[in-house]
């Protein structure tokens, strides 16, 4: 068992595996021009516990700027957002239309 010391969903990297991650990656690995100054998550917190893969690795991070980062950020957001709000109108085949449980839920347990 880990030691579910985090309260809140805000992760960030902890401080010395951030400060080697800013030591290695001198320069935004997104734009490449100005100097990194954030530590980011490759693959995004959400996504890491959905795979139940470990994601404070330094090989899952990387250095940003900030506004790189920013960009990311908001791009998640925006598409967890995304998938949340579902449209209204879908073309469903009659034959596709849902009944019952779905199956793609499964409970893993
Ligand atoms: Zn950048």
Redesign the pocket.
Known sequence: MMNNSWSGDRTGFPKAMRAKILRRDKT?R?????PATEADHIVSVAECRRLGIVYDTIDNGQG??R??HWAKTRAEIQQGQARMRTPKRIPVHPSQAPRGGDPGQACDG
């Open positions: 935004c997104i734009c490449g021009l100005r940003l700027c506004e790189c």
